[in-house]
């Protein structure tokens, strides 16, 4: 594996180098697809997703990211006392130029390079096609939950088409679930010899966990539409018995992060410290758990508390902070900064979907009955991977110990049943899971059900609804006026996204 990473991090530095001074700016102006190979720009694309999940402003460290905002939209994220750095999103302040980056660089940094390899005219990159295809849904998926109708079958003509249409939101869904099954076939297809072995940073050109990743992809996408009336039996039958299984472990991006200036874990480049010291990254100090989430932790004495946070500096007790809330008593050093099962250094994989959400969709699933299996053990399961996940020691044990050991039907899967309750459950613990790590996840879980329920609506908030959607960015209405939908000015809450209904 320490090859590997070497040869994909080789490959990137050779590209960047070829386009740009700065490490792994392999896209910032010049870097031309049309002079590169699949084989080349599979790890650029695959580092350039891991951005868009945590880092999206990655020139100039901002951290706005789709984790970022859903974080703080999930009630997770809060920021501290003495800091002001979250202060527009924790007011549900959203307007055309609010997270534009997010839009902007996941058309032009990261989708357009899986565009070009899915099209690439040349023999022997079936299995790069295929990959390519799957993370073009993977990103058009997150476009669609963030926006609605979004440019998609004009949206990479270049010069030829520079105000693209915006293609209907269901539409999207459809065509990149219909896409994800043409990767699968192509895999099953693709001839010998062609494994992206070398150059993908992903599942090291294991096209078996690939299969599963798409499968898994399907599986949340047919879940984002539960609310929509639409009969999707058929494609639940599908994704159970086409064989393939759904991702047994994290799916997480490694592209060889090392501690140096602009080579670390995007993630840690934000919350952590600069490489090679102690000193407190741009976002550390600012960053911090909602009180809501942390009393969660708390309260239910979950061992997960101590690995997603540290101490407070003042008096050594865990606390977060409720949100939009700027006095002393929440100062920097009053409250929680993240711990270590979060910040585990520089050069840390960076986290796509994590095995826990795997297995908490599938619990979701059978218990809605769309598929067959056992919700409590799947359940059981997602919790004791989210335990693993965070490094909690002897993580079976303790996570079976906290979840049968828990008085609250949110936690033990027997009280959840006897109250009806199991979805909540469901939900609830894969927001423990994935907060501060698939913040973006947790965020749509809450838009789409509701759930984890009692989430305050942050102190002087624009609405007493909290926010389903971003708008589109200032840059198109800008530059493709004509095209870009019209939104009300209460387009942020209206849940306007298809499947929001």
Not at 78 to 98: K, M
Not at 133 to 160: C, Q
Not at 281 to 296: I, L, Y
Not at 380 to 398: K, M, Q, Y
Request: proline fraction near 5%; charged fraction near 20%; hydrophobic fraction near 40%.
């Amino acid at each position: 594996m320490k090859n590997i990473k070497n040869v994909i991090l080789l490959t990137i530095l050779t590209l960047s180098f070829s386009c740009s001074d700065n490490y792994l700016d392999v896209n910032g102006s010049s870097a031309s697809p049309s002079s590169a190979s699949p084989a080349l720009l599979l790890p650029a694309a695959q580092k350039n997703s891991a951005d868009m999940l945590y880092n999206a402003d990655i020139l100039n460290g901002s951290g706005d990211s789709f984790n970022l905002i859903g974080s703080i939209h999930a009630g997770v994220m809060a920021d501290s006392g003495d800091r002001v750095w979250y202060q527009p999103e924790q007011q549900y302040l959203i307007i055309n130029t609010t997270y534009q980056r997010i839009w902007n660089n996941t058309y032009t940094l990261t989708l357009s390079n899986y565009v070009f390899i899915e099209n690439f005219e040349g023999e022997g990159f079936d299995n790069f096609k295929a990959i390519a295809k799957i993370m073009k849904a993977f990103h058009f998926a997150m476009l669609v939950d963030t926006y609605g109708d979004v440019p998609y079958t004009e949206a990479f003509a270049r010069g030829s088409n520079t105000q693209p249409a915006y293609d209907d939101d269901k539409a999207v869904y459809d065509i990149i679930y219909d896409e994800l099954n043409a990767a699968i076939s192509m895999i099953d297809n693709a001839p010998d010899g062609t494994l992206p072995v070398s150059t993908d940073a992903m599942f090291g050109g294991d096209m078996s966990d690939w299969q599963q990743f798409a499968n898994t992809l399907k599986l949340r996408m047919l879940l984002r539409q539960v609310n929509t009336g639409e009969d999707l039996s058929a494609k639940y039958n599908e994704i159970v018995n086409n064989g393939i299984g759904f991702i047994t472990s994290t799916a997480a991006i490694d592209p060889g992060y090392a501690d140096q200036t602009s080579q670390q874990n995007p993630f840690y480049t934000v919350f952590g410290f600069v490489p090679g010291s102690t000193t407190p990254a741009r976002n550390n100090e600012a960053t911090r758990g909602n009180e809501f989430f942390v009393d969660f932790l708390k309260d239910n004495f979950d061992d997960r508390l101590s690995r997603l946070f540290l101490p407070a500096d003042s008096d050594s007790e865990f606390r977060g902070i409720p949100q939009n809330v700027y006095t002393n008593e929440f100062r920097t050093n009053a409250t929680s900064a993240l711990g270590p099962g979060l910040l585990i250094g520089s050069t840390q994989p960076l986290q796509v979907m994590l095995g826990s959400e795997a297995l908490f969709l599938q619990a979701e699933a059978v218990q809605r009955g769309l598929i067959s299996g056992d919700a409590g053990a799947l359940y059981r399961s997602g919790i004791a991977a989210s335990f693993a996940e965070l490094g909690v020691p002897d993580a079976a044990t303790a996570a079976a110990d906290y979840e049968s050991g828990a008085f609250s039907n949110k936690i033990n899967w027997d009280l959840a049943v006897g109250a009806g309750n199991e979805i909540e459950a469901i939900i609830t613990q894969k927001w423990v899971a994935g907060g501060f790590i698939s913040g973006f996840e947790v965020w749509m879980d809450r838009v789409r059900t509701g759930f984890p329920s009692g989430i305050p609506i942050p102190v002087d908030a624009r609405s007493t609804v909290f926010p389903s959607n971003l708008l589109y960015p200032e840059s198109e209405l800008a530059t493709n006026p004509d095209n870009v939908p019209d939104q009300p000015n209460n387009a942020a809450f209206d849940r306007h996204t298809f499947w929001m209904q």
